[in-house]
C-alpha cells in the first residue's frame, strides 16, 4: 500500500510545477511586449533553470527525494518564482504547512473599515485608517487640518496616490517639502517609512497591488524612491539601523516653516487584526502642543492629574 505522504508530496510538485509554468509563461509575453528585455534571461523559469536557483528541487522532481519539502526549501522557491502571498499557501498547504495569515478581505474588509470609521470620529488627534499595503481609505477633519488640505483637495487626490508612501516621496502632494525640516531631514524620515512599510510586507511584495504601488513610485520623477528603496534592509528591529523604539518625526508646521512640529505614530487596531487599522500622530513636545492649539486641534490643557497610575506602574513609582 502505498504511503499517504506520497501523495502530498506529489500534490506540492504538481502545485510549483504550475506556479513555476505559469511564470515562464508571464515572462515570454512580456518578452514578446517588450523586445528591449535582455536576451541573457530567455531561460528564466525554466526547470533547469529553477534546479539552479533552488538547491534540491531537481531531486525532488525527478523522485529521488521521495519526501516533503523543507522550510528552506520553500523559502527558495518563493523568492525565485516571485510568489504572491496567495501562492505562498498554495505551496505551504501543499506541503503540509499552516498557511501564512492572510487580512481581513471582501465583506469582512469593508466591516473593518466601517467600524474604525467610528473610532477614526472620535479620536482627538490627525489620523487615518489605512491597510496593510499603506493606501488610506479615510482621514478625520483634524488630519486636514494638520496636512493643511481642504476638504475638497483631498477628494481630489487620485486613487492610485493615496498611500503614504505617495504622501513622503511625491513633490506634487505637497507634504514632501514639509518633511525637510527636523534632526534627520526628509532622507530619514523616507528612510524609516520604507524599513516599516518592508516589514508590513515582507510577505506581500510580490502581490499585485504592491508591484503596481512600487511601479507607480519609481516612476515619479526627481523622487529619489529606488536609492531608499535599495538601501533599507527590513531586519529585524533588534538589528536594523533604522528602529528607535523612541523615534520622534519631525515636520514643518503648516504655513510656517520656522516652526517644527514633534510627534510620534499611533497605531490603533481591533484585537489581533493589525490591517486596516488606524495611524494617529500625538504631539510630543509643548511646542507642538501649541501648534496644534492654534489648528484649532483638541490638545490637554496641562499634565496634572490626567493619568491614573495602576499596578506595577504604582509600585515602580514608590520605589
Partial sequence: MQDPSSYKWAEFIEVAERLRQQRQSEWRLQRHRNAV????QDGIYSQRDMWNHVSGYK???EHRRQQMPSREMIEHIVEYLECSL???NTLRVAAGLAPLYLDPQGEEFQGHISALR????????PAYIVSRDWFIYAV???LLKFLNLTEQ???NIPEPLCNVLHFIFNPDLQVRQRLTGGKGGWRAIAERN???????????????RVVQLLASLRDIPNGGFQSVWDEVQAKPYTQSPFYDADYVTEMQAPNDPSSILAFRSLHVHYGDIAFPGIIAYVPTDRETEKVFQQLGLPTFSSEADVLTQVGYATSRSRA
Fill in 86 to 88: 496567495a501562492e505562498q
Fill in 140 to 142: 478625520n477633519h483634524h
Fill in 194 to 208: 520604507i524599513y516599516g512599510f518592508k516589514l508590513n510586507n515582507s510577505q506581500t511584495l510580490h502581490d499585485f
Fill in 37 to 40: 528585455l535582455p536576451t541573457k
Fill in 153 to 155: 483637495a483631498a477628494q
Fill in 118 to 125: 467610528m473610532t477614526l470620529r472620535m479620536l482627538p488627534f
Fill in 59 to 61: 531531486a525532488l522532481l
